[in-house]
């Protein structure tokens, strides 16, 4: 092959990455766009830059180093970068490429002024832009220093800020290579930065130009506050006027120098409305062109725009496609689930075939859009009052978009609606025999499903799981499942709304419904006590669990002493609840059967902070506080006038919570339960195909939609650039957290608490276990990394049912995500547990180790000095 180290960027366009880095492949689509001006220039190839390389074989073993090291060590990474870029930058430019750089220059003119500019294989792609991660020059005069330049930007591929970002977005330095690209330097009136959506919102109508005098090296920078202004459908709508004191210009030998603005500039707009609206027009052809929203560098120079870079926004999260151009409003359904990390499409499809309720697929999440739903007055009515119940922040954010004109067209009441996840409920009579009839006939259907199962592969394997979903969505939205646990939530709302209306009382049942009968969620966190007060005793357990590390140990349990009986408990426990795990509505995710090293560390906080029999200990206090609760309850209430009969309808109330509370968390148990048979089954069937090299790896299946694997074991044949693409658009999914409302504008929009009666700097919430407590803050974002102590409080993104095994050990619970009947306040509430949930970015506000305060009753929590 003929290495070619220099290309004109007319020569260039974006399907060129691999030779001529991001930057350089997005400057030459630019050029070929009609009435889009690009300084002229040319790029210095990667062919240039593997020269280099090979010149330098020291290079290679510090990049070995390189790849060991954690990126949290950033004095080591500081280190082995600025040995790895002082060897680069030592490599002598000489012969052919150093002439074919020169030849190239001097078609710009030898002495003109020039930026030299980075463009990494990994830069500016749809994925990852990596804006600022490598080096640009501005204003470089003469050949001697261009080709210092050069040298200089290959460097810096290796700045400590580059390489941390390559290992954080889990990139191979050793296959990121480094283009330069030299220009002609544009000495600008005017220069900054164009956002074709909104980077706030991600609202796609909406363009946001910000702008300053001279080189926009001083906006970048953060030097000055630039001038920004809002455009809509081909109008300024909003503009902020900055006061501009400092900017940067070019000097005649060269390099930059930053100057004062004269006073009476300062003030006037880098730009006139009709440029900003002319610019954004140029924007949106640019737009179309890469086809999606992009961050634009542009200069005013001689009054016309030219484009000095381009690169997608990366941090937008996608709009669900709707097949048509009207507007639409989408809720999340992650933020009803508690559980709003991306899923993978084998996970969504599973969900999608579940849920009764049409759901649309953006980022690797599931919404519903309930566009008709706010159409309608009492459909709209009915869905605000639930969400402002469950979820106020997902309340507000619909209010807002219903108080703007037009977004959603009204339309004539069609009476109520069905409900928005399931069928509705009508009242039951208080039996437990209902329960236990419920229960049994469940675990009856996953028995004969695991029985059967079994004789299946292939596609009779496919077609067996599509019949028995039907099954299981009969299971989940049975008619009189669903009036059971509906009667009970309706119940605790009626307790709540009459306490406090005739005793003051606020959130009460949330002590009534302690320890309840049948909640197999908090049954089970409770069980891993007992598997702890097994362990206890035996010293050789307690200290073989504190070294492992995979996921075989169960099987070296029993050559210790005790190690029989340990192993039994905990093989025990994972027959009971195995199928669970993190993100468990996701089939994709592996289950504590097929992890179960995962659940070593909560073992080990058991054995350490409890004593033995700590679980019947605590489910009989609640169960004492519960009935207290209701003793001192009934005697107030009979004081009162109308008191015998408001005593005997609590009682009615306060019996139906108690008797059917705990069933709420029984069908999610027992579709959890289907999805780990389902889930046992295609992996055997992947095992198979993966044996037939149809795939390369059985996970493969996970990155395959249900269809797409009924086709793969059919046809036995599978795209395999296709499972690359979805691989690599999961791992962009997982950097984006979703907005509980999108709307078809790509508008993430935030609701807020409209609430004064919470002391200044309090963090607000939803509080949904009542009490209050102050303790040690504990940050935790990956289960596994839990370390907790007695009387930590546990502050998290959200909690679905995996987590309750912590929820024993600590004192109280705070989250970002959650509502007033999802799983997390419904076992705070069981454990006795302050809980507030909805704190936006409360793992970011809180820190680590902090003392909080924790108001359960009021859904607030204080940072305490």
């Not at 399907?15 to 300084?39: E, F, H, W, Y």
């Not at 059967?593 to 206090?621: A, D, K």
């Not at 809180?846 to 924790?854: A, E, L, M, N, P």
Request: hydrophobic letters at 40%; proline letters at 5%.
């Amino acid at each position: 092959m003929i290495e070619q180290y220099v290309l004109d960027l007319r020569e260039v366009d974006e399907t060129q990455v691999a030779i001529v880095g991001g930057k350089g492949a997005q400057l030459g689509g630019l050029s070929r766009i009609d009435g889009i001006r690009v300084p002229g220039g040319f790029c210095v190839t990667t062919d240039a830059y593997r020269q280099i390389m090979a010149a330098a074989p020291s290079i290679e073993d510090r990049l070995e180093q390189l790849a060991r090291l954690n990126p949290d060590d950033r004095a080591a990474i500081r280190t082995l970068s600025a040995q790895i870029r002082r060897t680069i930058e030592e490599v002598a430019l000489l012969g052919e490429l150093a002439a074919a750089i020169l030849r190239a220059l001097a078609r710009l003119g030898e002495q003109a002024a020039c930026a030299v500019r980075s463009s990494a294989t990994a830069e500016d792609l749809p994925t990852a832009s990596f804006a600022g991660q490598q080096d640009t020059f501005l204003n470089v005069v003469g050949p001697a220093a261009i080709l210092e330049h050069v040298s200089r930007c290959w460097g810096s591929l290796f700045t400590e800020r580059a390489v941390i970002y390559r290992q954080r977005n889990g990139i191979d330095h050793r296959t990121v290579h480094m283009a330069v690209v030299v220009q002609q330097m544009v000495l600008p009136e005017a220069a900054g930065i164009l956002f074709t959506a909104d980077p706030l919102t991600g609202n796609r109508k909406v363009a946001t130009v910000d702008a300053g005098f001279g080189l926009g090296h001083a906006l970048v920078g953060g030097l000055v506050n630039p001038d920004v202004f809002t455009v809509r459908d081909g109008r300024v709508v909003a503009r902020t006027i900055a006061a501009k004191q400092r900017a940067v210009h070019a000097l005649p030998a060269g390099g930059t120098q930053e100057g004062a603005i004269d006073a009476q500039r300062q003030e006037q707009p880098a730009l006139t409305d009709a440029q900003v609206v002319q610019l954004v027009q140029l924007g949106r052809r640019i737009e179309a062109h890469f086809g999606r929203p992009q961050d634009i560098e542009w200069c005013l120079a001689d009054d016309g725009f030219q484009i000095v870079q381009s690169r997608p926004i990366t941090t937008l999260f996608p709009i669900p496609e709707s097949g048509d151009q009207e507007n639409h409003v989408y809720i999340s359904v992650g933020h009803q689930q508690m559980m709003t990390d991306a899923m993978k499409p084998l996970g969504l499809s599973f969900w999608q075939m579940t849920t009764p309720a049409p759901m649309a697929e953006a980022g690797g999440r599931l919404f519903v859009d309930v566009t008709q739903r706010l159409a309608s007055p009492t459909s709209r009515a009915g869905l605000l009052a639930a969400m402002d119940r469950s979820d106020p922040l997902l309340g507000d954010a619909l209010r807002t978009i219903l108080d703007r004109d037009g977004f959603v067209r009204p339309l004539p009441d069609a009476g109520p609606p069905g409900p928005l996840f399931g069928s509705t409920s009508a009242p039951i009579e208080t039996d437990p025999a209902i329960v236990r009839e419920l229960i049994a006939g469940g675990e009856a259907s996953i028995a004969a499903l695991e029985r059967d199962i079994r004789t299946k592969s292939g596609e009779a394997l496919l077609e067996f799981i599509v019949a028995d979903i039907q099954e299981l969505r009969r299971f989940l939205f049975d008619r009189r499942s669903h009036q059971v646990f509906m009667s009970a939530m309706d119940a605790a709302c009626w307790l709540n709304e009459r306490l406090q209306e005739w005793l003051g009382e606020k959130n009460a049942a949330d002590t009534l419904t302690q320890s309840v009968p049948h909640n197999v969620t908090s049954e089970m966190g409770l069980a891993l006590l007992d598997v702890a007060d097994v362990i206890r005793p035996h010293p050789d357990v307690v200290a073989f669990l504190q070294d492992v590390e995979d996921d075989d140990f169960l099987a070296r349990l029993p050559g210790l002493a005790g190690g029989q009986e340990a192993r039994d408990a905990v093989e025990a426990w994972l027959g009971q609840y195995g199928m669970r795990c993190v993100g468990e509505i996701d089939i994709t995710r592996p289950r504590w059967r097929e992890r179960p090293s995962t659940l070593v560390p909560l073992i080990l906080g058991n054995v350490r902070n409890f004593e033995p029999g700590e679980s019947r200990r605590r489910f009989e206090q609640g169960r004492h506080e519960a009935w207290q609760k209701e003793q001192e309850l009934l005697e107030r209430l009979r004081a009162l006038p109308d008191g015998p009969g408001r005593a005997e309808e609590t009682k009615r109330m306060i019996d139906r919570v108690r008797t059917f509370i705990g069933y709420r968390e029984y069908p999610k148990y027992g579709m959890v339960s289907r999805y780990f048979a389902y889930r046992q089954a295609l992996l055997a069937e992947a095992e198979r195909l993966a044996q037939a090299k149809v795939l390369r790896e059985k996970e493969d299946i996970f990155y395959l939609t249900f269809q797409e694997l009924h086709d793969v074991v059919r046809s036995k044949q599978v795209d395999d650039d296709l499972i690359g693409q979805r691989k690599d658009t999961f791992r962009t999914y997982q950097a984006l957290t979703p907005p509980r409302v999108l709307t078809s504008d790509g508008e993430a929009v935030t609701g807020a608490y409209r609430r004064d009666d919470v002391p200044a700097g309090a963090l607000i919430g939803l509080p949904v276990s009542a009490g209050t407590i102050e303790g040690r803050a504990r940050v935790i974002l990956d289960l596994a990394q839990a370390d907790l102590e007695t009387g930590d409080i546990l502050v998290t993104v959200y909690t679905d049912p995996s987590w309750s095994p912590l929820f024993v050990g600590i004192t109280g619970l705070v989250t970002e995500v959650g509502g007033l009947m999802t799983h997390g306040a419904v076992i705070a509430r069981e454990y006795g547990l302050p809980a507030v949930v909805g704190v936006e970015q409360a793992t970011r506000l809180i820190r680590d180790g902090q003392r909080i305060r924790v108001h359960g009753t009021d859904g607030y929590v204080e940072i305490l000095p």
